[in-house]
């Protein structure tokens, strides 16, 4: 069993930056591949960025590219998404994931667990 606790988000104007943190309680950290959803309002939750276990891969979704960066920490228990250049459509509630998937995946089925999300509000 994994819980996740995201952080970091508020609101930012157009252009701007912010590091979303997902604190992961338990032991097993570092068996698990990790990632970043995010939902717009009324909007299907979306794939963002997934980080494999040993920080050798990671993927981001087309929209997020040469903007956000994702990274981890397996000695904190902590996955990061720096997320600079923001844009209005960034805008929506992230969440943390993490799941058994090897190496990555952008498929949110495929992962057992989730926080309970935190908001991301980019003004124009």
């Known amino acids: 069993q994994v819980q996740l606790v995201e952080s970091g988000g508020g609101l930012v104007q157009a252009g701007g930056s912010l590091r979303l943190s997902c604190a992961a309680s338990?032991?097993?950290?570092?068996?698990?591949?990790m990632a970043w959803f995010r939902q717009a309002p009324g909007k299907e939750r979306e794939f963002v960025a997934t980080i494999s276990r040993t920080n050798s891969i990671t993927y981001y979704a087309e929209s997020v590219k040469g903007r956000f960066s994702i990274s981890r920490d397996n000695a904190k228990n902590t996955v990061y998404l720096q997320m600079n250049s923001l844009k209005p459509e960034d805008t929506g509630v992230y969440y943390c994931?993490?799941?058994?998937?090897?190496?990555?995946?952008?498929?949110?089925?495929?992962?057992?667990?989730w926080g309970q999300g935190t908001q991301v509000t980019v003004s124009a």
């Open positions: 994931a993490a799941g058994s998937s090897s190496p990555v995946s952008m498929i949110d089925r495929r992962y057992d667990y």
């Open positions: 338990g032991r097993t950290f570092s068996t698990y591949v």
